[in-house]
Structures are given as C-alpha cells and as structure tokens.
C-alpha cells in the first residue's frame, strides 16, 4: 500500500492549487520519467493486489489485466511517436537517437525549442473528457450492463460490485488523465493524444455495436478466421490513425480536437442516458432471491436395515471391458463373486452422468425439448418411476441416494421419494473486489478488437460466481464450477457424502450401522473407474488397474461387514456403473447381480442383451419378487433370453459445425454439444457399424458444459 502515497499526495495538491510539487516535476524532465514510471507502477499494483482471483483463476485474470496496461503504455507510446516524428515544429537536425532520447525520457536539451508548452492544470482538465467517458463506457456502465443483461445467472446483488465500480472508476479518470498530462506537455502533444482518446472510445463503442459477432454480453466466443482478425485489426488501425493524419494536415487543428470532444460528450452522454433504467430493472430472481440448494445428506450413507436391503453399487465410468480384464489376470475372483451373475452384455443408451445417472434409477427416457435440469426432474415424476417407488413403498423400502450432486441426480423431482433429500439455505458471502474483476473482463472481452479477447474470455457465469463463498452454518464454502467434478466431489463431502473411492473406502472401514424397522433402497454412486485414478488415500495417482482394485476391495468389504452382522442373505446387492467408458465400442456397463439368499460355487456369466437404463428397474422388482411389467419399455434382465435379437440404441453427443450451438444449462454461453448421433444395433456394442446403424443426427435443448 505504500505505493499509494504519491498518489494520496498529488492529487490533493493538485485539487488545492498548492502544485509546486507538480511544476518541480515538469521543469526535470529525468524527474518527470521516473515521476511516470511510478505511476504505471501503482496502477499495476492496484490491479494486481485488488482485482486478481485466488488459484488457479489467478494467473488467467492477471495476464488479461498486464495486457490491458500494455495496450495503455502502448497507445502513451504511440502517442510519443506521433509527437516525435510528425511536429512540425521539431529541428531538421535531429537523429532517430535524439528522438528516442524524447520518447524515453519526456524530455530533452531542446524540448522547449521544440514545442510550445500548456501549463499543467490546462492539459489535465483537457483530458478529463474524453477519459472520463472511456473509464465510464468500460468500467462502469459495461459492467452494469452485463450485469442486469444476464440477472438470473448471479448468486450477488449489484451492490456487492456498485462501490468498487465507482472507486475504480474514479481512481482511474485521476490517474489516466495524471499519467498523461505527464506524459506530454506541448499544445501539439496533447492534441494528439485526445485525438487518440477519442478515436480509442470510438474504435471500442463501434467494436461493440457492430464489429462483434453473436452476443457478447453472455459470453459466447465465435472462432475467427485470421482473415477476419485481420479485417477486424485493420478497421481499428483506421479509426485510430486517420484523426492523427485528419490533425496534422487541417487548416485549423482545433476543429478536429472540438470534434473528438464533442465525440467523447456525445457517447457519454448516450450511455448516462440508459443507466437510470438499468438501475431500476426489477429485480426479480438471481440477484436478491434468498439462495438454497437441494443437497443430499451423508448422514446415514453407513446405515443399512437389519431387515432387507437393496444395495446398488454405480461405480462411474466402470465397463465391462475393465472387468473381463480383471477377471482373467485374478481368477480368485470368480470365486470371491461366487454368488454373483454376471450380465456381460448390457448396453447404456448415453455417456456422461447427467444423461443416464437419472434414467437408471426411474426408467425414463431423456426428453430434449426442455433444458435437461428439467428433463431430468421430470423423470422422477413419471410414470415408470411413480410405479416402482409405490411399489417399493408397498413392501416397506425407504429410498436414499448418495451421489456428489442432487443437481445432476434429479433435484426437485426427487421430493418425496429419495429420503436424505434436504434443502440448505445458504448465505451468499461476496467477494467484491474479485467479482468486479471478473465483470469487468466480460465488459472488455465486448469492446477489445478480436485477437485480443482471448485472455477475457470466462466460460460461464460459474466463472464469476466462484468469486463468492457460501456460509452454512459456522461453515464456509466455495462455489464450484458446475463442471469442475473433482470439486462438486469435494463439496459434497460437506454435507457428509462420500462421493470418492478413496473417502469411502477410508469410512467403511470405521463400519457398516443395523437399523431395525423399515427396508433399505440404497443407491450409492462412486467415483469408479472414473479418470483420474486416486490412490487408496487420494494423495496420489495410480493406474487404472490399481483403481479397479480398490472398486472391487470397497465392494468386498461391505460384503464383508454385512456377513459379520448376518443380513447377506437378507441384501440384495447390484454392482453397475451410471455409463460404460466414453467410446461406443466400450460403452458397456458392467452388471453383477446377487439375488436375495443367492449362493453359488462360482461367478455365473450371462449373454442376454440388456439395456441399463430401461431394464435396471424391472429386474429390482423381479427379484423382490413383483411384477417386472408394469415398468413400461424395460425387460427383467432375469428373463432375457441369451440368444434373442434385441435392438437396443446408443447415443453419443457431439458439436457440428452444420448445427446451431446449444446454450449451457448451468451458465451462460455455448455448451461443448449441440446435437447426438443415434445408433441403433442388435449383437454387441463392439460389433456395431458406424455407417449402417446410424438412425440420425438430432439437437439438444442444453448441456450442463
């Protein structure tokens, strides 16, 4: 903070008229360089100290602020060239190191023959116009903007960001219109460089309103041909320098400083005009509605009945392509698996969690007309999953789902039928200076020519809430990204969910709790044989042969721990996975399945072609000894014929270039997806042809990334 004093110090004397500080420091132009480079220095540290992200966020927003101050140094320098090589009054005599000397240093022997001096209080209230409006546009009125153009995408209110918005603003005016008065002191200078202010405003108002391509106020971020970066540099080179040319050859130079003036005047006036509607915008929704999440409580994860259990194991990611390798390197296994069937060729209908996760466990189908948190809250409530859950009711289960996010799972939709459902209240706990931050690069990703949007892109609105902190309870907790999975994992330990092999299997092993009384439908999602691969203690990354491992030593304890307590017979236990590896050919999940007092002397191995998501829920019923029917377009995997030919799909999502993109259901912008391709085979999903069994291309409503 030291670095500040200068700055508390002149413009204080400045305002009080006391500026012999100010005139020391124009009469010694070596006085003067280091008088500026100071100031570059504490606007550098400003930005860095107050406007960086913690962690990784770091490094990304300081690199776009440091490029954002080279353009300011850059265009200061810009502006010395000009002055430099175009005044007319300069001596004929000098060399290319006399002016360098110049540019350097603000100053020279023979600087006051050279231009013809404005005191320093003229040159500083010349400026502030054109500053002023600039500052505004981007620091201020942009991030409004932003802000009340995507409301229901912030979990903060406009006033966590409005102070800092204004100090910076006006810090900024001070030291840019400071920094420049320094910079130059000739009359012709200082034309110059409003003149460029001006055409800088223009050059960015303009980008904005007609040069972008899509919206960029949500974000989106087009991919341009070097062509059209090259067009896009091209115009801004115009506007910036055919002022200077206008300046140097009219008859009367003043008119073309009164026109970047009255430039700067006219814009700034036309964005003052909107803001008072900005500010009166209802504010209904993200930002003053009080903040609660669906979460899933871990507090009974340990738990099973004394009674009877349904206990059904999805280990992520987990195909049966791992396993049959397992198999054959530990034939130990068979034996260990003993009472187990083994259903060797069972298809998923999609990859990633968000699309089958909540489809396994109720029996629907993904509906992608509608956003798919809404798909996915509808499959709890229809008809296949309304039938069974009343079923399971009817036989005395109570239902409990562990997984990292209720989001994902199903949210709303599992009101009344997933036990350890609950609704946190969260305090939103803002990080002001952070949040501004982010704003603001989504403010100049808008209005910076095309190749220099990059370092301000954010991927999603996800990236700017990360500024703020939830406090529940004495706890206080970091907002996620909605698809940073290692960090919704972690956050879901929280609330007491084990969501990691490694977690996990450090807890079983403090031991399984009898409860008398009602059953148990345990559904308990795992990391699996997700990538990466953690160690058993999660310090460290292991292949995935050693994760497969420790799946299967997580399953053998808890069989271990139900036999001590003397209820194995009385658990039924599935081991699955949500979907298979994320590639058609090995896109089958594995399915082990031990019936209720099911024994036998070795893994048994079946062929009938099932499908997970349709067929999981009817082979539940058929082993609690209910009728597998009444769950519509799925089959008991029990009755499954090996030999029948049955048609079955798989879908795999995809970006084309010849389809619109799909919006992000978790944030603003494009997902990574906009359409899936269909399959639809008989045999095995490694005997499928790309070609003859593609049924079609269709679009997506939304994705979560």
Known sequence: MILFLPVLIVIPLMILRKDKLLKTVERKSLLRFVFLILLLCILVYFMRYFLQAEGAECTDLLRGWLILLAVLELILLFSFLIFCFCSEKQQRGWNVAGRLWILLSSGSPKEKQAVEKLPFRRRFFSHLLPVSALVYMVFFFAVTEVYFANLNEWIFTYESILPVAILLAVLLVFALCLLLSLALRGKEGTNRLIVLESSVLAAMYLQNLLLNDGNFIIGTRPVHSWIANGINLLVWLLLLTVPQLLLKYAKDPGKIVMGGLLLSGLLLAMQLVPLPMLLLTKREGGAYRPYSEKRLSGEEQYVVSGNRNVVVFILDAYYNGFFDEYLAENEEIKEKLSDFTYYDNVSTKAFYTAFSLPYL??????????????????????????????????????????????????????????????????????????????????????????????PFFLYDSSDVNLCCRYRHGDQMIDAVRSDASYD?????????????????????????????????????????????????EGNSMVSDDEEQLICMEIVEGY???????????????????????????????????????????????????????????PTILDLLGEDPEQIKGGTSLLRLDENEERSREIRVFMLRQDMPSRPKCGGFGASIYNCYEEYRFTGRTKDYDEEKDLVGIYPIYDYWW
């Open 559 to 617: 069989m271990d721990q139900l036999k001590k307590m003397g209820i194995y017979d009385d658990t039924c236990i599935i081991i699955t996975a949500d979907h298979g590896n994320r590639a058609v050919r090995e896109s089958d999940p594995v399915v082990l399945i031990k019936g209720f007092h099911e024994h036998g002397d070795s893994l048994k191995i079946n062929h009938a072609p099932g499908c997970l998501q349709s067929d999981l829920l």
């Open 488 to 536: 919704i994992a972690t956050q879901a330990a929280l609330y007491g969910v084990d969501f990691f092999n490694y977690d996990y299997y450090g807890s079983l092993k403090q031991g399984l709790t009898v409860v008398d009384g009602e059953n148990r439908l345990i559904w308990q999602h795992l990391w699996g044989m997700h990538n990466p691969y953690y160690s058993r």
């Open 361 to 454: 466990m109720t029996a629907a189908d993904v509906d992608f007309s509608v956003s798919l948190p809404e798909s996915n809250t509808e499959a709890w409530q229809g008809e296949n999953s309304e039938r069974f859950y009343s079923a399971m009711q009817d036989l005395g289960y109570k239902t409990f789902l562990y997984t990292d996010s209720a989001e994902y799972a199903g949210g709303e939709g599992m009101n009344g039928i997933v036990s350890n459902l609950t609704e946190v209240q969260l305090e939103v706990v803002p990080r002001p200076f952070f949040l501004y931050g982010k704003m603001l690069s989504l403010s100049l990703y808008r209005y910076l020519p095309y190749f220099m949007k990059d």
